[in-house]
């Protein structure tokens, strides 16, 4: 039994090392082109809750790619801050003619 797994294990070491060895002038595994981020979110749109979902950040070594969550945070908090100011701005018109009605109502 000692010779069986004597013999086996020279062979597999001897196998590893031909294919180490002899594995010819080409590399072992190519380089990997690194992922973008394709179709990352509308431009000519503003982003809606489907594209949100639909988005797919490409994974690094090391978890996403910074620069494309960085993009993506930028154009969310943007489109955020310019709703948030035309949500006050349409506010402000409803409230000015209710206000304006009620002041008068109040004087008579």
Known sequence: MFWFLL???????AA????VVGGGD??????VAPEELV???PATRPVDRADVEALR????????RMADVDDVLV???????????????????LAGPAAAG???????
């Open 57 to 64: 950040l490409p994974v690094a070594v090391r978890g996403y």
């Open 39 to 41: 179709d990352p979110l």
């Open 16 to 19: 590893v090392t031909l294919a």
């Open 26 to 31: 080409g590399e072992v595994l190519p380089d």
């Open 102 to 108: 009620g002041e008068e109502d109040g004087r008579a």
């Open 75 to 93: 154009r969310l908090g943007a489109e955020l801050a310019e709703r948030d100011a035309r949500i006050s701005e349409l506010e402000e018109a």
């Open 7 to 13: 013999i086996t294990m020279v062979v597999v070491v």
